[in-house]
């Protein structure tokens, strides 16, 4: 596996001095080392090894490689090449003009299962309506990524899937995606802050949506005798979905900000209504309550929530050998909650639990393995950093 090499001596340099700044008020990072490092002890006590590898500027989403480089996106638009040392090789050109505006901008980047052969992948951004530049919807494209040692090119780009429909405001997008063991493409679609999408079935809003790899319908979709946009539809009544992965048995786990509080992770099960608006652990962000999970039992309820609210960004569940007690276990981002969030999850049963917390004052936009096995995070807005994690000597 390609290991990751530090970085040059003047990124170091900015990394001791952001590193100083981000631990002057957290009791859980020690100061830096001479190579940029710092140390992170999480609620669990264990001990972490924190090393900036290169700065962007609102990150988003991450994806590794198979010869061991990573590609980054950044909202306003930006994809930028990483070397197998950690630094920026060069910019990606081609991608979606997108304009960043709230939530909305360039999203997910994952590779198609045929990459290696065909140089297929999928992005996902916010489109604007081509006449009423107040509208907005996320959209997923495929597209071919030609990679040379300092960047690359995006071409033959079409688009395979969009929000429906289009409306006001700029949240709640989700547009995060995932391929499935079987070969199947899973993206979630938040209900843009307009809630009572997610229970209606007229439109993709507040769902998890399953398509074929070329973007088509599959006949065996849970409501595909409904046509239209419904046959898209794998489960309905999210929020806003912002973290999607598989685990080695083929579950597919799903992470969510709540309203008020009430964050989720949610084991998807085909055809299940995860109950937003009529029910959440959360409340209404004016005060007025929204009837707990327990009360409405026709609704799946979620593996785990969170009061207070952590704001879940990405979500990676590990397998890598660096930390083999971790195997298994889901890693989300935090942003409120300036946290990795570790949570422990049932291999019978569907629950999960909180399992440690590791903090350095930082908001975590995207979690992801590396190929190496080590841990890797986006930290959030301008200057973000891409950090390596691996455990405290």
């Known amino acids: 596996m390609t290991q990751f090499k530090l970085v040059s001596a003047a990124a170091i340099a900015a990394a001791l001095t952001l590193t ?30 924190a090393t900036p590898l290169e700065f962007f500027d ?31 090789a060069g910019e990606i050109t081609g991608g979606p003009d997108v304009m960043m505006r709230g939530q909305g901008g360039l999203g997910d980047i994952i590779l198609h299962p045929a990459f290696a052969e065909t140089g297929e992948v999928y992005l996902s951004y916010v489109e604007r309506d081509d006449d009423d530049d107040s509208l907005s919807g996320a959209a997923v494209e495929i597209a071919t990524l030609s990679l040379t040692e300092d960047g690359g090119t995006i071409s033959d780009r079409k688009v ?25 493409l899973f993206i979630t679609s ?24 070329d973007g088509s319908v599959p006949e065996d979709n849970p409501f595909a005798d409904q046509g239209g946009v419904a046959a898209e539809v794998w489960t309905l009544g999210h929020r806003n979905p912002l973290g999607i992965d598989f685990d080695n048995t083929g579950r597919l786990w799903v992470q969510e900000m ?25 409340d209404h962000y004016d005060g007025r309550p929204i009837p707990d999970h327990d009360t409405r039992p026709e609704f799946a309820a979620p593996a785990a929530y969170w009061v207070p609210a952590i704001s879940p960004a990405g979500l ?15 890693f989300i981002g935090g942003l409120s909650s300036k946290a990795l969030i570790r949570v422990e999850l049932e291999e019978e049963g569907g629950g999960a ?13 995207e979690v992801e393995e590396g190929p190496d096995g080590a841990i890797y995070v986006l930290e959030d807005e301008e200057g973000g950093r891409l950090i390596r994690l691996t455990p405290a000597e």
């Open 20 to 49: 100083a700044c981000a631990t002057e008020n957290s009791e859980t990072a020690a100061p830096a080392g001479s190579d940029g490092s710092f140390i992170v002890t999480g609620s669990d006590g264990v001990k972490l090894k």
């Open 58 to 88: 609102n990150p988003w989403a991450m994806t590794f490689l198979p010869d061991g480089r990573a590609v980054v996106t950044e909202q306003a638009g930006d994809i930028w090449l990483v070397g197998t040392d950690g630094s920026n």
């Open 160 to 184: 395979i899937w969009r929000q429906n429909p289009k409306v006001k405001d700029n949240g709640h997008y989700g547009h995060r995606m995932a391929v499935s063991p079987d070969g199947y």
């Open 190 to 213: 938040g209900e843009r802050q307009k809630f009572t999408p997610a229970q209606d079935m007229s439109g993709n809003l507040g769902k998890v949506v399953r398509l074929n790899l």
């Open 258 to 282: 709540g309203p008020a509080h009430g964050d989720e992770l949610n084991l998807i099960v085909a055809g299940e209504n995860y109950g937003y608006p009529e029910v959440s652990n959360g």
């Open 316 to 330: 990676d569940i590990y397998y890598g050998g660096v930390f083999p007690d971790w195997n298994g276990n889901a």
């Open 353 to 365: 639990a909180e399992g440690g917390r590791y903090s350095w004052d930082k908001r975590i936009r």
